[in-house]
């Protein structure tokens, strides 16, 4: 079945310093990949998304990498502040764009 | 411009009761999900629809749950015979979904109802 899998452990990093989150996926050929963010008590909101075929995509201090052969993105905060502290979900949506699996996020602490 | 709104924000029922929860999208979006989060979890897909095609029902965990969607703005996600498993938040999310712009796939997501069964 379709997995999606983050680091379940909270990343602790001191404020500055760049975080750099996790997102395997096995059994899936996503055509789109989306990273959200999630504060306690609300909803996800929207950050980046990338498709199948862009390696690498940019968001003033946000990076996304996207890498279908090894089924992974990685995501990267650089000069970390405490108002990154969140949980940030990694999605991904098939080739119609209908059907997203969310990953169950990691949780991510920025210390300042 | 108004954002996705949910309600109630919080629904405390007893088990066995029925429960509708109630979603308003952000007008002109044509896409609507519904998910489900328990508490730690990630969100678990329940149910989409797209503008007049049939909705996708294959996230919903059993035939207690149905969703509707009247002209094609609002959406009910009633729950029957509430278990207390059913205990969660319940998140809607709507997207734009027209065209091919990657900016069209953004979900903008309701702040959610917390549904509690005792």
């Known amino acids: 079945s379709q997995k999606i899998e983050q680091n379940s452990e909270a990343l602790n990093i001191q404020e500055g310093k760049t975080a750099t989150l996790t997102c395997n996926y096995t059994?899936?050929?996503?055509?789109?990949l989306q990273w959200y963010r999630q504060d306690p008590g609300r909803g996800p909101v929207f950050l980046l998304l990338i498709r199948e075929n862009e390696k690498e995509k940019r968001k003033e201090r946000l990076k996304v990498t996207f890498d279908t052969t090894l089924k992974q993105s990685l995501f990267h905060i650089t000069a970390s502040q405490p108002a990154d502290s969140a949980t940030y979900l990694c999605?991904?949506?098939?080739?119609?764009?209908?059907?997203?699996?969310f990953g169950a996020g990691t949780r991510l602490f920025v210390k300042a | 411009g108004a954002g996705v709104s949910q309600s109630p924000s919080n629904k405390v029922t007893e088990k066995g009761k029925d429960v509708e929860l109630r979603c308003d999208p952000i007008?002109?979006?044509?896409?609507l999900y519904w998910y489900r989060q328990s508490l730690g979890q990630g969100l678990e897909f329940l149910i989409y629809?797209?503008?007049?095609?049939?909705?996708?029902k294959s996230g919903l965990p059993s035939d207690r749950f149905s969703a509707e969607r009247t002209g094609g703005s609002v959406s009910t996600l009633t729950i029957q015979r509430t278990q207390q498993e059913d205990s969660a938040v319940y998140l809607c999310?709507?997207?734009?979904?027209?065209?091919?712009?990657?900016?069209?796939?953004?979900?903008?997501f309701g702040p959610g109802t917390r549904l509690t069964v005792t």
């Open positions: 059994n899936y050929s996503p055509a789109y």
């Open positions: 999605a991904l949506l098939n080739t119609g764009g209908f059907k997203t699996i």
């Open positions: 999310a709507s997207s734009l979904r027209q065209g091919t712009s990657g900016s069209s796939y953004e979900q903008y």
């Open positions: 629809f797209q503008g007049n095609s049939a909705p996708d």
């Open positions: 007008s002109g979006h044509t896409a």
